[in-house]
């Protein structure tokens, strides 16, 4: 498969469904970051675990969490739902530690470093037009 690398500025794609490997929805409906259903990861640091809400905007690092995270901190995540470890084969180019993944409809993929501080992450899209037309409202979508 080849690969295009293309720039997207910072909150102009949301993410609506995000799954862990068995399946289970990693949205959560009940606690809304930016105006959206936010991204639910069961995580554990320093011996600690709890939940952990991701803004749903890709690009935008706002998060709440049950623990309290320092800079540098390495979180595991994991689904919220059936526990399934979200740590994925590739390894951070900045960090070196393996990141997690997330899995999109139409077989798209978010990643994301897990040292907290790292700002690290890629969107694997699959298919083009339909990644596009979920993401998207309409009126905003680029014209393939």
């Known amino acids: 498969m080849e690969e295009v690398r293309i720039k997207v500025p ?3 794609i949301q993410i609506k469904e995000a799954r862990c490997p068995n399946g289970c929805s990693l949205m959560d409906k009940n606690k809304l970051i930016s105006s959206k259903p936010s991204i639910k990861v069961r995580i554990s640091s320093r011996g600690a675990s709890g ?3 991701f803004n749903p905007f890709y690009g935008l690092f706002e998060y709440e969490s049950e623990l309290e995270l320092h800079d540098g901190d390495i979180i595991e995540a994991h689904c919220p739902y059936c526990n399934v470890n979200l740590t994925s084969e590739e390894i951070c180019g900045m960090c070196g530690v393996p ?3 997330m899995h999109l409809e139409d077989g798209g993929e978010l990643r994301a470093c897990p040292k907290v501080g790292c ?9 083009l037009d339909a990644q596009f ?7 905003r979508r680029p014209k393939m």
Request: proline share 4%; charged share 25%.
């Open 119 to 127: 700002k690290n992450h890629s969107l694997t899209i699959v298919d």
């Open 133 to 139: 037309a979920q993401y998207y409202d309409e009126e």
């Open 51 to 53: 939940l952990i809400y």
């Open 99 to 101: 990141m997690f993944a």
């Open 10 to 12: 910072p909150g102009r």
